[in-house]
C-alpha cells in the first residue's frame, strides 16, 4: 500500500497563485511509485465529476488537462517523494478539493477508475 497526503490548499484571488505538495509513504519500492508509476493530480468542484489535471509518468514524461494547461505546473522530487502542482493565474473554476493520486497498474488511463491509491484531498478555493 502506499499513503498519500497533501497540503497547500486554502483560499485565493482570483489571479493568484498556491502550490499543492504530495507527499508518498509505505510500499514505495515495491510499488515500483517513482519509476513505474503515473503519478497525477484530479480535481472534483461541488456537483461535479472528479476531473483529471495533470500526471507525470515514470519516464518524467507530462501531460496537463486542456483547462490548466499554461498555468499549472507538476513537478515530482524523487528525493523527497513529493510531487507538487504549482497553480497559477487562478480562476473561480479552479475551485475544487484537489486529490494527488497513483496509477501504478496496467493500462495506465487518466480515467479515475484507473486510479490505484488517492490521497484525502485538498480544498482550494479562489474568488473575485
Known amino acids: 500500500q502506499v499513503q498519500l497526503v497533501e497540503s497547500g490548499g486554502g483560499s485565493v484571488q482570483t489571479g493568484g497563485s498556491l502550490k499543492l505538495s504530495c507527499t508518498a509513504s509505505?510500499?514505495?519500492?515495491?510499488?515500483?511509485?517513482?519509476?513505474?508509476?503515473?503519478k497525477r493530480w484530479y480535481r472534483q468542484a461541488p456537483g461535479k465529476e472528479r476531473e483529471f489535471v495533470s500526471t507525470?509518468?515514470?519516464?518524467?514524461?507530462?501531460q496537463y488537462a486542456d483547462s490548466v494547461k499554461g498555468r499549472f505546473t507538476t513537478s515530482l522530487d524523487s528525493a523527497k517523494l513529493t510531487l507538487y502542482l504549482q497553480m497559477s493565474s487562478l480562476k473561480r473554476e479552479d475551485t475544487a478539493v484537489y486529490y494527488c493520486?497513483?496509477?501504478?497498474?496496467?493500462?495506465?488511463?487518466?480515467?479515475?477508475?484507473?486510479?490505484?491509491?488517492w490521497g484525502q484531498g485538498t480544498q482550494v478555493t479562489v474568488s473575485s
Open positions: 493520486a497513483a496509477d501504478c497498474r496496467p493500462p495506465f488511463g487518466l480515467n479515475p477508475t484507473n486510479v490505484d491509491y
Open positions: 509505505g510500499d514505495i519500492n515495491s510499488s515500483g511509485y517513482i519509476n513505474n508509476c503515473a
Open positions: 507525470i509518468n515514470g519516464i518524467g514524461i507530462i
